[in-house]
């Protein structure tokens, strides 16, 4: 029996051509082991490598190149020696660096010329300061007649994609990086769009990793990490990534390296970083008072003796530090509006030592919820949200993007959209948060989401809270008309109380709020009776017994008012029954995704939008049985659960289906019994 012909790699053929195109068109390239410069250096040996281990990533060969605009842009190739490992793509036709699970896929990196290429691209966008980077891949074959046969793969890999990648066109060779080549090259990057479709695809691609690095981070943490409390591990994750954002061109980010674990006074790893979160937060439009109550609050924890204290010449901050950039870098640095900080709070509490009473009160609002609240509460450029319970900020994050995206579709004068936007996030967005650890995940959330922190509160809203803007404006009343909640369910009324706190202070607008279905039947009527005093109840919506899964099996309920006007008994309510909200939900600890869409979810939740705000006409997906109109009654409070009622009457229609049926059946008899009498006599 023949054996079969091992195909020899052609990878040195394929190097030797492609840095022949790079020498003979006169560039400066830099081979595998020789230095482009420091920072792209360090980058590739501190990003983890192709084989899953820590550090030793080296292109085959790599450029820095200049256009016009003097911007530089890093040039990384890798290069194969097989037919058919050019690339590897997944089923949405984008780079397949990741598997199912969200973890890398060491093999397709370590296979393919681009998707490696494309791992290296990713170590820059973690770890340095460039955001457009160039990954080429090239590999070949030799053919029949011995011919050598190359293939090409040019993507741009960039904060803008989100470190996924784009094909920027076929190439025959790698002349587009001539000098006289290049500017052409660039336009033709800068060219590339996608579209919102896209978009949203390669955020919520990137934005599933983030759970399953943040649940690795947090294993690391709380195993190897002695000492640190539950709200140490807050501080330190909000200060490394605060003393690791920088400002363009006024704060460098703090670079890993810069911790040297002295012992020194003054210039222990706690003092620099420090020093890196006063230069970062100096640069930011936040009241003195804020700025010196956040550094107040992390000082305590980053410059603590134990953190601090050097063995084997490593401080734990410099190793908690590391292991933060490294885990967490890449989501903050491309730019992901995700609520980033709010997985992250719920991974914190993971490990907490709450009851499961307690535990409800500290789980997060998906933020497709959250996007759900504020567009019922009718947010847009020129509202003005609060937020009683404001956790980890998610609903006033979900709040700020919508107004900032109604500003970009309604304002067509740049500088005004510049001034509104700024407008939107210093004073239209206000939020109270009493426990000071959650308080922190809430300012780091804003500012990593825009710097919307201005007026995040640290106070009791029940108590200590008068409708008033903080800080420097504490004579100034918030002009709220919009008002999101999901409350601590442990508060009298299931959180109810917040409710009527806060639309007792509105003069107009309207609110929803998502909480606890026994709120709704007779838990909270003392406080419902008294918000439709001065409300009006529009809608109550069922939402899907497993929203929370993993966290809270609770049945909730999304309730919707209008503000100003006390409810009168005739007043149409809208209920809607929306436990098949078009998601299938699993509580997998290994799964990769534990939310899918289904049926059609964005479809049925812009629906529940437009039948609150337009009524029956608007139904489409909601099937009529999970949709009725129907009234409350002010006085009691416990009715705000309805479902449509079920007619026991029968019609005239239902009787001729009965007969009609009963007939069929008894035809149906009569053959089948002629049939067997017919088989019977022979016939």
Same mark, same amino acid.
């Given at each position: 029996?023949?054996?079969?012909?091992?195909?020899?790699?052609?990878?040195?053929?394929?190097?030797?051509?492609?840095?022949?195109?790079?020498?003979?068109?006169?560039?400066?390239?830099?081979?595998?082991?020789?230095?482009?410069?420091?920072?792209?250096?360090?980058?590739?040996?501190?990003?983890?490598?192709?084989?899953?281990?820590?550090g030793g990533n080296r292109p085959d060969a790599k450029l820095l190149l200049q256009d016009s605009c003097l911007s530089q842009y890093p040039i990384l190739i890798e290069y194969k020696g097989?037919?058919?490992?050019?690339?590897?793509?997944?089923?949405?036709?984008?780079?397949?660096?990741?598997?199912?699970?969200?973890?890398?896929?060491?093999?397709?990196?370590?296979?393919?010329?681009?998707?490696?290429?494309?791992?290296?691209?990713?170590?820059?966008?973690?770890?340095?300061?460039?955001?457009?980077?160039?990954?080429?891949?090239?590999?070949?074959?030799?053919?029949?007649?011995?011919?050598?046969?190359?293939?090409?793969?040019?993507?741009?890999?960039?904060?803008?994609?989100?470190?996924?990648?784009?094909?920027?066109?076929?190439?025959?060779?790698?002349?587009?990086?001539?000098?006289?080549?290049?500017?052409?090259?660039?336009?033709?990057?800068?060219?590339?769009?996608?579209?919102?479709?896209?978009?949203?695809?390669?955020?919520?691609?990137?934005?599933?990793?983030?759970?399953?690095?943040?649940?690795?981070?947090?294993?690391?943490?709380?195993?190897?990490?002695?000492?640190?409390?539950?709200?140490?591990?807050?501080?330190?994750?909000?200060?490394?990534?605060?003393?690791?954002?920088?400002?363009?061109?006024?704060?460098?980010?703090?670079?890993?390296?810069?911790?040297?674990?002295?012992?020194?006074?003054?210039?222990?790893?706690?003092?620099?970083?420090?020093?890196?979160?006063?230069?970062?937060?100096?640069?930011?439009?936040?009241?003195?008072?804020?700025?010196?109550? @956040?550094?107040? $609050?992390?000082?305590? #924890?980053?410059?603590?003796? +134990?953190?601090?204290?050097?063995?084997? %010449?490593? *401080? /734990?901050?410099?190793?908690?530090?590391?292991?933060?950039?490294?885990?967490?870098?890449?989501?903050?640095? @491309?730019?992901? $509006?995700?609520?980033? #900080?709010?997985?992250?709070? +719920?991974?914190?509490?993971?490990?907490? %030592?709450? *009851? /499961?009473?307690?535990?409800?009160?500290?789980?997060?609002?998906?933020?497709?919820?959250?996007?759900?609240?504020?567009?019922?509460?009718?947010?847009?450029?020129?509202?003005?949200?609060?937020?009683?319970?404001?956790?980890?900020?998610?609903?006033?994050?979900?709040?700020?993007?919508?107004?900032?995206?109604?500003?970009?579709?309604?304002?067509?004068?740049?500088?005004?959209?510049?001034?509104?936007?700024?407008?939107?996030?210093?004073?239209?967005?206000?939020?109270?948060?009493?426990?000071?650890?959650?308080?922190?995940?809430?300012?780091?959330?804003?500012?990593?989401?825009?710097?919307?922190?201005?007026?995040?509160?640290?106070?009791?809203?029940?108590?200590?809270?008068?409708?008033?803007?903080?800080?420097?404006?504490?004579?100034?009343?918030?002009?709220?008309?919009?008002?999101?909640?999901?409350?601590?369910?442990?508060?009298?009324?299931?959180?109810?109380?917040?409710?009527?706190?806060?639309?007792?202070?509105?003069?107009?607008?309207?609110?929803?709020?998502?909480?606890?279905?026994?709120?709704?039947?007779?838990?909270?009527?003392?406080?419902?009776?008294?918000?439709?005093?001065?409300?009006?109840?529009?809608?109550?919506?069922?939402?899907?017994?497993?929203?929370?899964?993993?966290?809270?099996?609770?049945?909730?309920?999304?309730?919707?008012?209008?503000?100003?006007?006390?409810?009168?008994?005739?007043?149409?309510?809208?209920?809607?029954?929306?436990?098949?909200?078009?998601?299938?939900?699993?509580?997998?600890?290994?799964?990769?995704?534990?939310?899918?869409?289904?049926?059609?979810?964005?479809?049925?939740?812009?629906?529940?939008?437009?039948?609150?705000?337009?009524?029956?006409?608007?139904?489409?997906?909601?099937?009529?049985?999970?949709?009725?109109?129907?009234?409350?009654?002010?006085?009691?409070?416990?009715?705000?659960?309805?479902?449509?009622?079920?007619?026991?009457?029968?019609?005239?229609?239902?009787?001729?289906?009965?007969?009609?049926?009963?007939?069929?059946?008894?035809?149906?008899?009569?053959?089948?019994?002629?049939?067997?009498?017919?088989?019977?006599?022979?016939?």
């Amino acid at each position: 029996m023949a054996k079969s012909k091992v195909i020899q790699s052609v990878e040195p053929n394929i190097a030797d051509l492609a840095n022949g195109w790079l020498k003979g068109y006169g560039l400066d390239y830099k081979l595998e082991q020789e230095s482009l410069n420091s920072e792209i250096d360090k980058a590739l040996e501190d990003y983890f490598s192709k084989n899953g281990g820590s550090g030793g990533n080296r292109p085959d060969a790599k450029l820095l190149l200049q256009d016009s605009c003097l911007s530089q842009y890093p040039i990384l190739i890798e290069y194969k020696g097989y037919k058919d490992k050019l690339i590897k793509l997944d089923a949405d036709g984008r780079v397949a660096n990741k598997t199912d699970k969200n973890e890398p896929n060491y093999t397709v990196i370590n296979s393919y010329a681009v998707n490696g290429a494309v791992h290296y691209a990713n170590a820059l966008l973690h770890f340095t300061r460039y955001e457009d980077i160039i990954a080429i891949g090239v590999t070949g074959y030799k053919n029949e007649q011995g011919e050598l046969v190359h293939e090409i793969g040019v993507y741009y890999v960039s904060k803008s994609n989100f470190g996924i990648g784009q094909k920027v066109d076929d190439y025959t060779d790698l002349s587009f990086l001539k000098p006289e080549n290049f500017d052409d090259f660039i336009n033709k990057i800068k060219s590339l769009t996608l579209t919102q479709e896209e978009i949203d695809k390669l955020k919520e691609k990137r934005e599933s990793e983030i759970t399953s690095s943040l649940v690795k981070l947090n294993n690391d943490i709380y195993q190897n990490e002695k000492g640190l409390g539950e709200s140490d591990r807050v501080y330190l994750v909000a200060a490394s990534i605060i003393a690791t954002i920088g400002v363009k061109g006024k704060v460098a980010p703090l670079e890993k390296s810069e911790l040297k674990s002295s012992d020194e006074v003054g210039n222990r790893d706690g003092d620099i970083i420090l020093r890196k979160i006063i230069a970062f937060l100096n640069e930011k439009d936040l009241p003195k008072e804020k700025r010196d109550m @956040i550094v107040r $609050t992390l000082q305590n #924890t980053v410059t603590t003796d +134990n953190i601090n204290k050097v063995e084997n %010449g490593e *401080s /734990q901050l410099k190793r908690v530090f590391t292991k933060i950039v490294d885990d967490l870098g890449i989501y903050y640095k @491309i730019g992901l $509006t995700t609520d980033f #900080t709010g997985k992250l709070f +719920n991974e914190m509490y993971n490990w907490l %030592g709450f *009851s /499961q009473d307690k535990l409800n009160d500290v789980v997060l609002t998906p933020s497709y919820v959250a996007s759900l609240l504020v567009r019922l509460a009718r947010v847009n450029k020129d509202s003005y949200v609060w937020d009683f319970a404001t956790g980890s900020a998610g609903l006033l994050v979900a709040a700020m993007n919508e107004m900032l995206n109604d500003a970009k579709d309604n304002i067509k004068s740049p500088d005004e959209l510049v001034r509104k936007s700024a407008e939107i996030k210093a004073k239209q967005l206000l939020g109270l948060e009493i426990l000071p650890s959650v308080y922190m995940l809430a300012i780091l959330n804003m500012i990593l989401m825009g710097d919307g922190s201005s007026n995040i509160l640290n106070k009791d809203s029940l108590k200590d809270f008068n409708g008033n803007y903080g800080f420097t404006q504490e004579e100034t009343k918030f002009p709220a008309n919009a008002f999101v909640l999901n409350p601590p369910y442990s508060a009298a009324g299931n959180g109810m109380i917040f409710v009527e706190r806060a639309l007792s202070m509105m003069e107009k607008g309207y609110a929803a709020i998502i909480i606890q279905s026994s709120a709704g039947n007779g838990k909270a009527s003392e406080y419902n009776r008294n918000i439709l005093k001065h409300s009006t109840l529009l809608a109550s919506i069922k939402m899907p017994i497993d929203l929370f899964v993993g966290k809270s099996s609770v049945q909730t309920h999304i309730y919707v008012f209008r503000i100003g006007e006390a409810h009168q008994a005739d007043d149409v309510v809208k209920f809607i029954d929306f436990s098949n909200d078009g998601y299938s939900r699993s509580n997998r600890k290994k799964a990769s995704v534990n939310l899918r869409d289904t049926g059609n979810a964005k479809g049925r939740y812009q629906e529940v939008v437009d039948l609150v705000r337009f009524g029956k006409g608007k139904l489409n997906l909601i099937s009529e049985s999970d949709y009725y109109e129907g009234h409350i009654n002010p006085l009691s409070g416990e009715d705000w659960n309805q479902t449509a009622p079920i007619d026991t009457i029968p019609k005239l229609e239902d009787f001729k289906r009965t007969v009609s049926e009963h007939l069929a059946w008894e035809v149906a008899n009569l053959l089948r019994e002629q049939s067997h009498e017919d088989e019977r006599l022979g016939k």
